[in-house]
């Protein structure tokens, strides 16, 4: 039993290391939009983080999609699994967002920080076996065979 566990989770180690690289990417696309729209455009911290999240979500979505978990096919049940981790992320952020900014006056894009460690915790674990999930009878579906 431990072995088959180990070599389950050995198996997602490539999966989690893309997931990373693209967690880091979309940080910075997340950071770098924040602080445009905050410190550049002077709107309010809320409702940069709004207009923000729908850049940031469609960008890390796709990436997931196509490169960390390289999911074929099922977009639409994905896309809609996706929008229920979606409107958790986005509303716990903008929550946490009021909470640690307009609340105790920290400051806004080191709450968003804070936001974004919290979240790469479970998201992982939920792309992989909810969003981007597989049934078994779906994989025998995508299997090409070789042509000879």
């Known amino acids: 039993m431990f072995v088959i566990i180990a070599n389950k989770l050995w198996s997602m180690r ?26 550049l455009f002077h709107w309010s911290p809320i409702f940069s983080l709004m207009l923000n999240q729908f850049i940031v979500l469609t960008y890390v979505f796709y990436l997931n999609k196509l490169w960390a978990f390289k999911s074929v096919g099922q977009t639409k049940k994905e896309v809609q699994r996706y929008f229920v981790l979606y409107f ?21 894009k080191l709450v968003r920080l ?28 995508l299997t090409v065979e070789p042509v000879i």
């Open 14 to 39: 490539e999966q989690f290391i893309r997931y990373f690289v693209v967690g880091i990417s979309g940080l910075v696309v997340d950071m770098t939009t924040l602080w445009i729209f905050i410190d």
């Open 88 to 108: 958790f992320n986005y509303i716990f952020a903008i929550g946490w967002m009021w909470l640690w900014h307009n609340k105790y006056g920290f400051e806004p």
């Open 114 to 141: 804070v936001n974004i460690i919290l979240a790469v915790s479970w998201n992982f674990l939920l792309y992989k076996f909810f969003v981007y999930r597989v049934k078994d009878e779906d994989v025998n579906k």
